[in-house]
């Protein structure tokens, strides 16, 4: 008597593959350069072939835009709004500045943003690539977080995107300016620029 085997789908594996392809390029990309990092080489390292990975992303840039947003993910999984919003209106702002400044003090990323503004100048869609995987993303999802505060009455902001970029500039202060020309991370220094940060933003926004 003969067994039937139960349909294989190809998605788990595929998903796998998808993963180990960006955890490759994520790796060389923020070791080497966007420049210095060859298809060929994360093929190699991701265990598969070049054609799966051109099947898959269309080209390098493509593969770089979706490696960043890998590694944005992080972040931007901290700035959604909760279906069930806890706690005070200073307690997630701070939780929010301290996600950030953690992602930005990351050594990854202090050495992954020097590689792309050196890669930038050869080759400016690098930059806008990254800039759009990355901040400006980060970006619309505080904005839109800012936005559901302001509709909730907690807050009264006329442009939450303006007022995100002056938040998370006030969090960052000239922190991430000092880390990106060799300036050792203070994180007592950055505990207390979140807290600046906070009290200012709650201060102009915050309704009594």
Avoid: W
């Amino acid at each position: 008597m003969s067994s039937i085997e139960p349909k294989r789908t190809g998605r788990p594996a595929d998903e796998a593959k998808r993963e180990a392809i960006l955890a490759a390029a994520a790796d060389c990309f923020f070791e080497h350069g966007f420049a210095a990092s060859s298809i060929e080489q994360i093929a190699a390292d991701a265990g598969v072939s070049k054609v799966t990975i051109y099947n898959r992303f269309g080209d390098k840039r493509a593969l770089f835009t979706a490696a960043v947003e890998l590694e944005c993910e992080q972040l931007r999984d901290s700035l959604k709004v909760p279906e069930i919003p806890s706690g005070s209106l200073r307690h997630r702002l701070t939780a929010i500045g301290e996600a950030m400044v953690a992602f930005l003090s990351r050594p990854r990323m202090v050495q992954f943003e020097r590689r792309i503004a050196a890669d930038t100048e050869h080759e400016p869609a690098v930059g806008e690539a990254f800039l759009t995987a990355g901040p400006l993303r980060m970006k619309k999802a505080f904005a839109a977080l800012i936005a559901a505060m302001h509709d909730a009455g907690e807050i009264e902001v006329g442009d939450p995107e303006l007022a995100a970029e002056q938040f998370a500039s006030m969090c960052k202060g000239m922190g991430d300016l000092e880390r990106r020309f060799g300036a050792a991370d203070d994180p007592d220094r950055n505990r207390r620029r979140i807290e600046g940060a906070v009290e200012v933003f709650c201060r102009a926004y915050a309704r009594d």
